[in-house]
């Protein structure tokens, strides 16, 4: 399931990234643990023959590309002297010319790279070479997001302290916005849920609704944010942040931010 959200990601940045810059053909892979680089998601092609193909660091363009972790380009790939030539057949095949590579860089890791491609001996231009990198940059957020996730869901070694788990949940809480992919975001926002009621305390000031957002704001709270730093962590603004503390705290009783904290736990509305 993780390979197939992150195949969607791809499928999604080459396909922005061909409206973007006009190339007629587009493609990438991703590297998976302990495996090769293959292309897996192609966009324009018209043979299959650039499809599953294993792509090694340092050979080829995507090669050089994953080697030195920066973008590569030729204007001619069969007679470019700057890159190997074991790829010529299936790039070929393809009438493939013009080529860009774009590394997708995650934590200063190589994750892929994504290609575009000309069936001219063109100059590859900047408006092409910005499109690439900003399609780039969406798989990288996209994958530091979900790296992110699995972190947190995956269940901590024996004996963690309620500190932890309360740290975690705010984590979520954090990220759960920031997620595109809606079933994603459904599980995130499930396991905030279980972590609400994992304390097995019986809340005291049942009845209390705070709104998503009031509840956001309040478990970055408890972890010391101050509303600016929450304001960050979340994508708000710290006026809005301010706005839904205030909120909260009227609806909790509390006068102040420790207050709101307290009570919202009271209430089962935080772990």
């Known amino acids: 399931m993780p390979e197939m959200m992150e195949a969607a990601e791809l499928r999604t940045a080459l396909l922005r990234l061909r ?5 007629p053909v587009v493609f990438g892979g991703l590297l998976q643990e302990g495996r090769a680089m293959r292309i897996a998601e192609l966009s324009g092609a018209v043979t299959p023959a650039l499809r599953g193909l294993a792509i090694s660091a340092g050979s080829g363009l995507g090669g050089k590309c994953l080697a030195l972790s920066r973008p590569c380009a030729v204007t001619d790939y069969q007679a470019s002297r700057h890159i190997t030539h074991e790829y010529d057949v299936p790039v070929t095949a393809e009438g493939l010319r013009a080529v860009i590579a774009v590394p997708v860089v995650v934590r200063r890791k190589v994750r892929g790279v994504l290609y575009g491609a ?3 001996s063109l100059p590859i231009g900047e408006r092409v070479f910005d499109a690439a990198m900003a399609a780039a940059r969406d798989v990288e957020q996209a994958l530091a997001v979900r790296d992110e996730v699995r972190r947190l869901l995956t269940p901590p070694a024996p004996g963690p302290s309620w500190e932890e788990v309360r740290q975690a949940y705010g984590e979520l809480r954090e990220l759960a916005p920031k997620v595109v992919d809606p079933g994603l975001r459904d599980r995130i926002l499930a396991v905030c849920g279980r972590l609400e009621s994992a304390s097995g305390t019986t809340p005291t000031t049942p009845g209390v609704s705070l709104t998503p957002r009031e509840t956001d704001v309040l478990a970055a709270v408890s972890s010391g944010a101050t509303n600016a730093t929450a304001a960050a962590r979340l994508g708000l603004r710290p006026e809005t942040v ?9 609806k909790l009783g509390a006068h102040t931010r420790l207050e709101a904290v307290v009570a919202a736990r009271r209430a089962g509305a935080l772990p």
Do not use: V
Request: glycine share 12%; aromatic share 6%.
């Open 242 to 250: 301010k706005g839904y503390l205030r909120s909260a705290m009227r």
């Open 19 to 23: 409206r973007a810059s006009g190339l």
């Open 118 to 120: 000309l069936r001219e």
